[in-house]
């Protein structure tokens, strides 16, 4: 087989990228390890920022997230069960919101997209390895079966997650890898219940974290921050309850209705950032090259600047001969990544209870926490994070 661009990785990253080059004529074929079932089962984000929005409606793709997404001026914060603030966004970014539409949502739009124009997608593609990426003529090979199968291509995009086998492609000496991993995760539940809230609360307390989120008027998302000793069995859903009540002010857990979850998981948080994201003719883009915990809801959305620039440069190069956006890929990208991850530690430190904490750091984040809400430059600080820094 043989292509211009051949995307390893079928998450939204992968998709969004194979639609829009489509889209300009660039021509892709784009290998998945797993079923489009599986993938399509994974709860992960929740909450898309203006320019993620932007690019799906580029993308053609941006019909029923405009229809049934919920649009989001706003969220709260609340502290140890006793007060609680809202976060205006449109008002502290200078008008800009959120679009609250599941990934899994997100992930099925582009897939739909690719169906319709025939789009070379190819699920269960085993045994995914990467060759001669410093040469003029890289190809990939994937076990479908029995048969081993090559691909042919000018450029290879590594959009195949944190444990994609993308980034493992680079020589060790070429990546500099830098990470830290927080000693804590979140233990989510997907219930068929009316959200407690019509915007996201995020509520810090003593007892740890808890985020209380949505995916429709009648699907509800809510996390508690969870030991990582622990495992999804060792959570009945009456256990999650109720602690989640504890964690909420009193008016709002006596308001949350409780249901049978319907999906049940605990993920770590960590953060992550491989550097560079190029070599050779392998680009790396989304969770392979760098992931954040959850908390500011920047993953999908740091992804989302990633494809955009990808997609600039490979048209760039295919309809005018300018390669300067490959050339500086890497360093462009990085520049808006870490400002996601500086972005992602700030929320997660202001939000969290560490179990190793000193007096000291607690007094700091509770000034941190009182700073916020007393300074309209602090707000507007976290409004313009929230809401996504310009690609
Ligand atoms: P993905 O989604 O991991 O997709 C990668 C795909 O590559 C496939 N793959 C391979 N394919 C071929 N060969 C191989 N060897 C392969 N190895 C892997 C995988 O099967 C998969 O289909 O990466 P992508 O596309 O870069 O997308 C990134 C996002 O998924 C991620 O950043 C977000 O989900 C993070 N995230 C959130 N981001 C937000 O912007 N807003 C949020 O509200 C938000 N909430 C979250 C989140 C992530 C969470 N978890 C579980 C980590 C909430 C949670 C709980
Ligand atoms: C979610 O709904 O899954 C979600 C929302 C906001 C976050 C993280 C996750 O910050």
Redesign the pocket.
């Given at each position: 087989m043989k292509t211009q661009v051949c995307i390893?990785?079928?998450?939204?990253?992968?998709l969004m990228l194979s639609q829009l080059l489509h889209l300009k004529g660039v021509e892709t074929i784009l290998?998945?390890?797993?079923s489009r079932e599986y993938?399509l089962g994974?709860i992960?984000?929740?909450?898309?920022e203006h320019g993620f929005a932007d690019l799906m409606r580029e993308a053609q793709c941006g019909q029923r997230m405009d229809q049934e997404g919920e649009v989001h001026d706003g969220f709260y914060i609340a502290s140890n069960g006793e007060r609680m603030d809202r976060v205006d966004l449109k008002k502290h970014s200078g008008g800009s919101s959120v679009v609250v539409y599941g990934?899994t949502e997100v992930t099925r739009d582009l897939y739909e997209a690719r169906d319709r124009m025939n789009g070379a997608v190819i699920h269960n593609?085993e045994d995914?390895k990467l060759h001669d990426l410093t040469s003029a003529a890289p190809y990939v090979t994937f076990r479908k079966g029995d048969e081993i199968i090559r691909i042919d291509c000018d450029y290879v995009i590594g959009?195949?997650?944190?444990?994609?086998?993308s980034r493992k492609s680079i020589p060790k000496d070429v990546l500099r890898e830098y990470e830290r991993v927080y000693p804590f995760g979140?233990l989510?539940v997907l219930s068929r219940t009316k959200p407690v809230c019509e915007e996201l609360i995020y509520a810090r307390h003593q007892r740890g974290f808890a985020l209380c989120s949505l995916r429709s008027q009648v699907l509800s998302r809510y996390?508690i921050q969870a030991p990582l000793t622990d495992s999804v069995d060792d959570w009945s859903d009456d256990a999650f309850w109720a602690e989640l009540k504890r964690r909420l002010p009193p008016d709002v857990a006596g308001r949350l209705e409780t249901g049978p979850s319907i999906e049940k998981?605990i993920?770590p948080l960590r953060s992550f950032v491989a550097e560079p994201m190029r070599y050779g003719n392998l680009f790396l883009?989304?969770?392979?090259a760098h992931?954040v915990p959850?908390t500011g809801?920047?993953?999908?959305?740091?992804?989302a600047s990633d494809i955009y620039y990808l997609y600039h440069a490979l048209t760039d190069h295919y309809l005018k001969g300018d390669d300067a956006g490959l050339e500086n890929y890497s360093e462009k990208a990085l520049a808006r990544v870490w400002k996601a991850q500086r972005f992602s530690w700030f929320l997660t430190t202001l939000l969290h209870t560490f179990p190793d904490s000193t007096p000291y750091d607690q007094k700091l984040q509770q000034t941190e926490f009182e700073y916020l809400f007393s300074s309209d430059q602090a707000l507007g600080s976290l409004a313009e994070n929230y809401v996504g820094l310009p690609f």
């Open positions: 390893i990785g079928g998450g939204p990253s992968g290998l998945e390890k797993r993938v994974r992960r984000a929740g909450v898309l990934q593609a995914v959009a195949d997650g944190f444990h994609g086998v979140w989510g996390y998981s993920a883009a989304g969770d392979a992931i959850p809801a920047r993953g999908l959305n740091t992804a």
